[in-house]
């Protein structure tokens, strides 16, 4: 019987200490893509990136023209190969034609990683001043509205986008 009512108490406590701290709870969110875009480091991100797709893109169109002057002249020369020749010349423009497909694969999965690595700080550094303003102003969750994944917000809940502006400096 002691147990029972020790443990009736106990409830009430917790449901009473529940209902003061929901009292006090402190809710904010804060649009992360609209963040990001603000921060000056992601320019010179994006800038790099541009440049190295630039690059990719131009190795590419290398081996396009390539693969097109192998087939154009093997075109015009077929009729003048021997079976074994033209199996081999065939064989060739098979084997670049494949290389170019590994290029483009490649080249995508290193475009990936290369952004990865550029806008990993940026978004580690944005990350850093999203939690040092929650705990300097004691929000319990800040919620990222450009994740999709709250489907409400009320006015209750504070944008904390001026405050992670003036904790990055923008």
Known sequence: MKRILLGA????????????NAQELKFGHVNTAELLQLMPERDSARAELQRYSQMLQQ???????????????????????????????????????????????????DYGQKEQELLQPIMKKAED???RVGEENG?????????????????????VLPLVKTELGL
């Open 59 to 109: 190795e590419m169109e290398t081996l396009q023209l390539e693969y097109q002057k192998k087939v154009q002249a093997y075109m015009e020369k077929q009729d003048a190969y021997s079976e074994l020749v033209r199996q081999s010349k065939e064989q060739e423009l098979q084997d670049m034609q494949r290389r170019i497909q590994e290029f483009q694969s490649t080249a995508q999965q």
């Open 9 to 20: 108490f106990l409830a009430c406590i917790f449901l009473f200490a529940g209902n003061v």
């Open 129 to 131: 001043a999203i939690n």
């Open 139 to 159: 929000f319990i969750y800040i919620f990222d509205l450009s994740a999709g994944n709250v489907v409400f917000h009320s006015e209750k809940s504070v944008d």
